[in-house]
């Protein structure tokens, strides 16, 4: 039950419509499709709770329009990104009118996700990759500046020569090509990789050597809840000569990441929403989080990962949002140099 603060927040037979800027399928309807009914439930005065989809532009258009509600804040309006929202603007897209900063983050929602290799060259990880830098690599991708983005710029930091064959439909088709043989280099997010990877592995056809990690309430890179026994990425290079976990590229792996994995979903209100309804809604996904059953539910649908309010959201946010000027330029260099990208 809703006290305080949040009591004088009373929603009571308003709708909060719950927008994402995606079309009815994929992970982010099936996100807040989860948590839309939770939020009627715990919201003081319990209002219907419905998803608004606005599709269009890789999201850009959504989050563009979501830019001009901020005057919304009076709870019912509430705005659910990806990290396909987050790319565009830590690369200055041009057609990127949003700004982070004048929102809200009440919810950080993660995921994570596995690299995978042959047997053939599995076999030879021992918590490096200085055996296996003389090795040429294929890798299925849907293109340098989507979520590929971060094992792209990883695989680059470990010194491996990958020849990524662009244009991929989805990480489904990339795991196809893997199991044809016409790739050696793969990755999935969680989810898939335990519906679609784990058999391979258990068949002996597949060899995980690394995760992308999670972070904790500190902003840390710590290992993946779901994949505990697999190191991270992080200690991998570390592990790796010529790897840096500091300087330029470190910076801009973390800030990709955290945007693509670590805080991949967010739920945010606008600029205008006070601050006892940020805490309304912190107050009501605490009692949800909080819940007998919840954490089953949670894990079938999204995954064993954090579900972050209150502080841990803003830093989440921060992190997945921010990226310095060096750090950005790097990205950028890095796409115009090696796949003739520009944000033009």
């Not at 565009?88 to 950080?108: M, S, T």
């Not at 290079?237 to 910076?251: I, L, M, P």
Request: aromatic share 12%; charged share 20%; hydrophobic share 40%.
């Amino acid at each position: 039950m809703a006290t305080g603060g949040a009591m004088a927040q009373d929603l009571s037979g308003k709708t909060v419509e719950f927008t994402i800027p995606f079309s009815e399928s994929g992970g982010s309807a099936q996100w807040a499709n989860f948590y839309a009914p939770l939020l009627s439930g715990a919201l003081p005065g319990n209002p219907t709770t419905v998803v608004r989809y606005r599709p269009g532009a890789g999201s850009t258009e959504g989050a563009n329009w979501f830019q001009g509600q901020q005057d919304r804040g009076d709870g019912t309006q509430i705005f659910g990104d990806s990290g396909s929202t987050k790319f565009p603007y830590l690369l200055g897209d041009p057609r990127v009118r949003y700004e982070y900063q004048e929102w809200k983050p009440v919810l950080a929602s993660a995921t994570g996700g596995v690299v995978y290799l042959p047997p053939e060259l599995g076999e030879r990880f021992d918590g490096d990759m200085d055996d296996l830098k003389d090795e040429p690599y294929l890798y299925g991708s849907q293109g340098a500046t989507t979520l590929d983005l971060v094992p792209l710029l990883a695989f680059r930091m470990l010194g491996l020569t990958v020849d990524p064959v662009f244009g991929v439909e989805g990480r489904g088709d990339g795991r196809l090509m893997f199991e044809r043989g016409e790739a050696n280099i793969d990755y999935q997010t969680s989810s898939a990789y335990l519906a679609n990877v784990q058999p391979l592995v258990d068949d002996g056809l597949a060899v995980p050597i690394f995760s992308w990690g999670a972070l904790d309430d500190a902003g840390n890179i710590v290992r993946d809840p779901t994949f505990p026994d697999l190191p991270t990425f992080k200690e991998v290079c570390e592990a790796t000569e010529g790897c840096e976990t500091e300087g330029v590229a470190w910076d801009a792996y973390k800030a990709f990441f955290v945007a693509g994995f670590a805080n991949q979903k967010t739920i945010f209100l606008p600029s205008s929403a006070s601050q006892e309804m940020v805490d309304a809604y912190t107050q009501a996904l605490d009692e949800i989080i909080a819940a007998d059953g919840f954490a089953e539910a949670s894990n079938e649908v999204l995954g064993v990962y954090a579900q972050m309010t209150g502080d841990a959201a803003i830093e989440a946010t921060r992190q997945a949002t921010t990226i310095s000027d060096e750090a950005k330029q790097y990205v950028l260099d890095w796409l115009q140099e090696d796949y003739g990208i520009t944000m033009e």
